[in-house]
């Protein structure tokens, strides 16, 4: 399987790196995995082109809106 760099992920997602790397490490990004090793104190991230396509193709077609909520949910609303 073809992998992809964070960098190219977060180009073609048009999202900063940092942000894609934050939603890897939260499970909220289905287009691999973030892995800490035991005892490391970096993540190692895998993104497969199959899953970066699948995952572009899901949020073709949404408006701004809805990509946010996808991504990061509904916003806390305080009484």
Do not use: C
Not at 53 to 64: A, C, M, N, V
């Amino acid at each position: 399987m073809e992998r992809v760099t964070t960098k190219q992920a977060a180009s073609e997602l048009e999202m900063d790196l940092d942000t894609l790397q934050f939603l890897m490490r939260e499970n909220r990004l289905p287009i691999g995995h973030a892995i800490k090793k035991e005892g490391k104190r970096r993540f190692s991230y895998y993104i497969y082109r199959g899953l970066l396509d699948q995952y572009k193709e899901f949020l073709s077609g949404r408006t701004e809106w809805d990509r946010n909520m996808i991504l990061y949910g509904a916003p806390e609303v305080k009484p």
